[in-house]
């Protein structure tokens, strides 16, 4: 391995953990990424810091709380000006690329055509987050294309239209970077739309045959136990992530072939997880059509890989580890060290417990379903919200009232809220006091949280 790797980070849109292999799937859906976790790290317990696609996309390019960005919903441009992944990596000498959904281009009220409407127009340069080099993107992919057929625009703001299943044909547009790369050590992000649920159909598509090939799954206890749309959509779902691992093949045949493999870590993680619809059925939820926007493992859980350089051995990390580091872990690969200047830690330090003192919880902002706020531990899980306040139109709230209490040791397919069992009043002010340190840490201010 050199020292300065080329870095592929390989991303997926609403894919649980649990869809994979080397997280628990019986049925042979990830086999490529399978065989990967088994030369590099799997990290077991990786959940997302904000299950929305905008603000967790706009966290990965800043190494900022969707707070501190304004980014706190979808349809919010990333701020002209704040320092980016790419930016850092371009002036450390890194070759960008980036291929798929970008989302993080056009404004406006949600519900409502945006003020700069990019959806499915080019996206400026100015607009790209310090991407200067290869671009084959559109900003909102669902747009500019549906499961089998679309576009989206080069570096040129040209038009590339394409035919075929979406995940091949991205992956196409991928390949073709490795005719037109320098000698420069690249960065390289594939962000697939897949297995989102396509919005102008309202399903989830997997390629043909999804339903036949995968009609033998196992539900995941925590949907079988909850009412949802998985009987109709669950097969199709898995058939796209089959489709995700298939392609990740393709683009690592690729790195072998031009012998680029050894000096390439991977990265294979997903912006949040589904639950189907079964959740965020109470008084607080706005009514979104939901997928994800909770607090609960469905939401949160994702799977994320890292192979190449120092991560190896196969190895699997137990802590709880935020995807919110990965901008800066990615930097750390890079050689750049950025402080305190992004949230999260090097997950390098965490493989190699270089931390005595480091506390193994996550910390997520929850935003459009409820202005929300929760505290993951390995044996609990706590939520709170702001009564009265719309998530799609507040960030924050100086006050907030109990949400979800979870006892993960004997529910963990958070079923029982225990918010108001008086046997765990301990339990909940000690979460409640961890997670106002976060909030106060996160966003500056520390509220007040009742019963």
């Given at each position: ?91 450390a000498g890194y070759e960008t690329a980036y291929i798929g959904k970008w989302h993080l281009a056009s404004d406006g009220e949600l519900g409502k055509p945006p003020v700069e409407d990019y959806r499915e127009k080019p996206v400026p340069q100015n607009r790209r987050g310090g ?222 417990k270089k931390n005595a003192d480091r506390r193994n919880e996550v910390f997520v902002q929850i935003s459009e379903s409820r202005v929300g706020r929760a505290i993951r531990t390995p044996e609990y899980l706590y939520s709170v919200y702001a009564p009265g306040l719309d998530g ?60």
């Amino acid at each position: 391995m050199k020292k300065r790797p080329n870095i592929l980070f390989y991303f997926t849109d609403q894919q649980r953990a649990d869809t994979c292999g080397c997280f628990g799937q019986k049925l042979p859906v990830t086999p490529n990424l399978d065989r990967l976790a088994g030369e590099g790290i799997r990290f077991v317990n990786a959940f997302s810091p904000q299950p929305v696609c905008g603000p967790c996309r706009a966290i990965f390019q800043t190494g900022r709380y969707a707070t501190e960005t304004g980014c706190f919903r979808n349809q919010v441009m990333l701020p002209l000006g704040i320092p980016t992944l790419a930016g850092y990596l371009e002036e450390a000498g890194y070759e960008t690329a980036y291929i798929g959904k970008w989302h993080l281009a056009s404004d406006g009220e949600l519900g409502k055509p945006p003020v700069e409407d990019y959806r499915e127009k080019p996206v400026p340069q100015n607009r790209r987050g310090g991407y200067t080099g290869f671009w084959r993107a559109a900003d909102v992919l669902e747009y500019t294309s549906d499961s089998r057929s679309g576009f989206v625009f080069n570096e040129r703001n040209e038009k590339i239209s394409f035919q075929g299943y979406r995940v091949d044909c991205i992956t196409d547009l991928a390949l073709d970077f490795f005719d037109e790369r320098s000698d420069k050590p690249f960065f390289m992000t594939v962000s697939h739309i897949e297995p989102h649920h396509q919005n102008n159909h309202g399903h989830y598509e997997g390629p043909d045959g999804s339903k036949e090939r995968f009609a033998d799954y196992e539900l995941p206890k925590d949907l079988k136990a909850l009412e949802g749309d998985y009987r109709e959509e669950y097969p199709d779902y898995l058939g796209a992530c089959a489709s995700l691992d298939k392609n990740l093949g393709r683009l690592i045949d690729e790195l072998k072939k031009r012998g680029l493999y050894e000096d390439t870590i991977i990265i294979f993680a997903s912006d949040h997880g589904s639950h189907f619809h079964t959740r965020n059925r109470d008084k607080h939820f706005c009514g979104c059509d939901d997928y994800k926007r909770s607090c609960h493992d469905a939401s949160l859980r994702v799977p994320l890989v890292i192979a190449g350089g120092q991560y190896q051995g196969g190895r699997a990390v137990e802590e709880l580890v935020s995807t919110e580091s990965l901008p800066k872990t990615i930097l750390a690969m890079a050689g750049v060290d950025v402080g305190d200047q992004m949230i999260g830690e090097n997950l390098l330090d965490v493989v190699e417990k270089k931390n005595a003192d480091r506390r193994n919880e996550v910390f997520v902002q929850i935003s459009e379903s409820r202005v929300g706020r929760a505290i993951r531990t390995p044996e609990y899980l706590y939520s709170v919200y702001a009564p009265g306040l719309d998530g799609r139109e507040e960030a924050s709230s100086p006050v907030y009232a109990d949400d979800f209490l979870y006892d993960l040791r004997k529910d963990p397919e958070e079923l029982h809220n225990l918010t108001d069992d008086r046997q765990y009043d301990a339990v909940k002010q000690s979460l409640r006091e961890r997670l106002l340190d976060w909030i106060e840490k996160a966003e500056g201010n520390r509220p007040v949280i009742t019963g």
